[in-house]
């Protein structure tokens, strides 16, 4: 649809990106399920299926490659190591700024519980996505 071999493309994506697009786009959707494993309480087989892999075990399989811990118990590791994570590609070469921890004074903090919900529709609406 660009005008552009798919040769093409694959090589102006390599040359900016130094990754090939199709391990760029596992590597993101490994990203993205790390961390909402991390900062959600949606189950394992969900992220899988949002995500479009075929399923949870596929998705358990690709994780422990990439992360050497499964699904499960990277979530409930105590810490959680960003190294392996992949950023966005930004073709001007934008970057994240450098992280810094702080340690900050204990404090008691109030709020209210929240919940989440997804319903079987909004899961099939998503996994057309792989079509």
């Known amino acids: 649809y660009m005008g552009y071999s798919r040769r093409f493309v694959y090589d102006v994506f390599y040359q900016y990106g130094q990754l090939p697009i199709g391990q760029y786009i596992r590597l993101r959707r490994l990203t993205i399920a790390a961390v909402s494993l991390r900062l959600t309480r949606q189950p394992i087989a969900a992220i899988a299926w949002q995500l479009s892999y075929d399923s949870p075990q596929t998705f358990s399989r690709e994780f ?20 392996k994570l992949l950023k966005k590609f930004h073709p001007d070469g934008e970057s994240l700024p450098l992280a810094r921890f702080f340690s900050l004074p204990e404090q008691v903090y109030y709020g209210y519980p929240m919940k989440y919900e ?8 998503q996994s057309t996505a792989k079509t």
Do not use: G, I, N, Q
């Open 64 to 83: 422990k490659k990439r992360f050497s811990l499964s699904p499960r118990e990277y979530r409930c590791a105590a810490h959680w190591d960003t190294a």
């Open 118 to 125: 997804l319903r079987l529709s909004d899961l099939v609406l």
